[in-house]
Nanobody
Framework: QVYLVESGGGLVQPGGSLRLSCAASGPIATINDMGWYRQAPGKQRESVARITRGSIANYADSVTGRFTISRDNAKNTVYLQMNSLKPEDTAVYYC???????????????WGQGTQVTVSS
């Protein structure tokens, strides 16, 4: 089974920074797109940032200029550097990965369990 494990969430004051990490493990041949999503209480899950295997990144308008997504293909890990955090960034953050398992014909999307980010003074 493929697992994604997030870390790095926590409580931070407005204007502060956090760095989230998400490591994939298990039977993995290739990881294509990886991404970060978030879900605030009472709201739908939304895309925050996505990155291709070649490190082409896309961001939601609300985080552009403040968040940076990156990945280390050798470690099967994706990161999210979050700067200038705002109270409205408070949410559970989930990572996702499009993983092709050995001998599989196609990729499947896997999700992490989520990590809480709270921005509050």
């Amino acid at each position: 089974q493929v697992y994604l494990v997030e870390s790095g969430g926590g409580l931070v004051q407005p204007g502060g920074s956090l760095r989230l990490s998400c490591a994939a493990s298990g039977p993995i041949a290739t990881i294509n797109d990886m991404g970060w999503y978030r879900q605030a209480p009472g709201k739908q899950r939304e895309s925050v940032a996505r990155i291709t295997r070649g490190s082409i990144a896309n961001y939601a308008d609300s985080v552009t200029g403040r968040f940076t997504i990156s990945r280390d293909n050798a470690k099967n890990t994706v990161y999210l550097q979050m700067n200038s955090l705002k109270p409205e960034d408070t949410a559970v953050y989930y990572c996702s990965a499009e993983v092709r398992r050995p001998l599989a014909a196609r990729s499947y999307t896997y999700w992490g369990q989520g990590t809480q980010v709270t921005v509050s003074s």
